[in-house]
């Protein structure tokens, strides 16, 4: 007996629905792991600020440019939660003749982020 009048999806319905979804889902995606690399390499350029402005206060305080990047940032009174870490992993260095602060990691995303 044929129920007549009877309502539901059928499969091509379902599947178009699926594959709409699947589709939003990897766009999503790839902008979510681009916002990642985005804030990683903000926060990495947030921290060579932070850290070039105490050596700026260290050589305030002290008459002379620090001796080495370490001398800043194991000073508790400069940094009372310790050393600054790079989100991306990278390793940060002070040039010994401009003294200001660089990471060793380049953004893959757009590099003006994280000169």
Known sequence: ??????????????????????????????????????????????????????????RLDNDDWPASLATV??????FPDGEPECPSGGTYSMDGTTYRVDCNITSPVDHSLHD
């Not at 681009?34 to 850290?51: E, P, R, V, Y």
Request: charged share 15%.
């Open 1 to 58: 007996m044929l129920l007549k009048g009877k309502k539901g999806f059928t499969l091509i319905e379902v599947l178009f629905v699926v594959i709409i979804i699947a589709i939003l889902a990897a766009i999503a995606l790839g902008r979510i792991t681009t916002s990642t690399a985005i804030a990683k390499a903000n926060a990495c350029k947030a921290n060579q600020s932070i850290m070039n402005l105490q050596i700026e206060q260290y």
């Open 73 to 78: 940032t194991q000073d508790t009174d400069y």
